[in-house]
């Protein structure tokens, strides 16, 4: 694709988002709380987004999809299906992770959230933030001495993460907005960190997300990736795509009602390269000093870099 239209894309899909796809989810009992949250997001984000869900089925087909006036949609097909799958699944999602990761996943997004090295003071942007656990967990290590932004594209994620958070602090503690990684609503030069957990390996053009994730960094500021992985060992291996490949679709898809969700997962980790390569991949997007760690056994690899 030649660049002139590659940025022309971009610009477009800048302009889209920030008028129509994205929804404030900051509505807080205290006014106080409301007040500072949108202040957050006045001052991070390119556009200011303005309408806001009661609930995921009360969104119009009419903001969850722009359409070119070719009649082609703004968003490949791959990313509609994805959005949609989310949404479904999104009511179980947290006892799912949960369940199939035998309480794993909880260790992992610590890990993760200590790699980011979070400055007091900092502002932490938590790209395809699902349904907010890895920003709660920020907040639990970082306390008020960090602001965290999440944004995912599932407005069925979000609205479950904005529950989560009322719950556990009675306010909106973290500002949350619907949006794609591939054309962040964001400042350039606005955020201290970037994580994003189990989401990469669902974005195409990965470099391109990486592109986004690092001009929206500070200088020195880091990226933190947590995605799933296939096992090198080869007798673990065997055993772990055994339980990946046929026993996860069947727990997964019994619970969610979605099936194909819980096939999509194996395949989509199978899909998504070794760690070297992928490392390679951060390098060519602009970061550096990149290190990785693989945890309980191969299953799972932490990325770090800076910008």
């Known amino acids: 694709m030649p660049a002139t239209v590659r940025i ?18 900051n509505t807080a009992r205290e006014g106080s709380e409301k007040a ?42 791959e990313l ?18 949960r369940c199939l990761s035998l309480r794993q996943d909880v260790m992992w997004r610590r890990h993760m959230v200590k790699a980011a090295q979070i400055p007091d003071g900092g502002v932490v942007l938590d790209v395809a933030c699902g349904t907010c656990d890895v920003g709660l967990e920020i907040k639990r290590q970082k306390g008020s001495r960090v602001s965290v932004l999440g944004t995912d594209f599932s407005p069925g994620m979000l609205f479950l993460g904005k529950q989560k958070i009322m719950s556990c ?25 970037v994580l994003i957990a189990f989401g990469i390996r669902n974005i195409m053009d990965r470099q391109r997300a990486l592109i986004s994730f690092h001009r929206a960094l500070k200088k020195n500021g880091k990226v933190v990736i ?13 055993l772990y795509l055994t339980y990946f490949e046929k026993i996860l679709p ?5 619970f969610s009602k979605n099936k ?4 999509y997962l194996p395949a989509s980790v199978l899909r998504f390269p070794d760690a070297p390569t992928f490392a390679g991949t951060m390098k060519s997007a602009g970061f550096s000093n990149i290190k990785w760690k693989q945890m309980t056994l191969g299953i799972v690899t932490l990325f770090v870099g800076t910008r």
Do not use: W
Not at 80 to 97: E, H, R, T, W
């Open 8 to 25: 022309m894309i971009d610009k477009l899909n800048r302009l889209c988002y920030s008028m129509i796809q994205f929804f404030y989810f």
């Open 36 to 77: 500072s949250t949108s202040a957050l997001f006045m001052h991070f984000m390119k556009r200011v987004p303005h309408h806001i869900p009661a609930s995921p089925g009360s969104i119009p087909n009419k903001h969850l999809k722009l359409k070119h006036k070719s009649g082609m949609s703004t968003m490949s097909m």
């Open 80 to 97: 509609d299906f994805i959005k949609g799958m989310f949404d479904s699944i999104a009511p179980k999602y947290d006892f799912l992770n």
């Open 169 to 193: 602090y009675g306010s909106m503690k973290i500002g949350l907005a619907a949006g794609n990684a591939l054309a962040l609503p964001f400042k350039d030069n606005s955020v201290d960190a």
């Open 226 to 238: 947590l995605e799933l992985s296939a096992p090198e060992q080869k007798g673990f291996r065997r």
């Open 250 to 254: 069947l727990i997964g898809g019994l």
């Open 260 to 263: 194909n969700a819980y096939h």
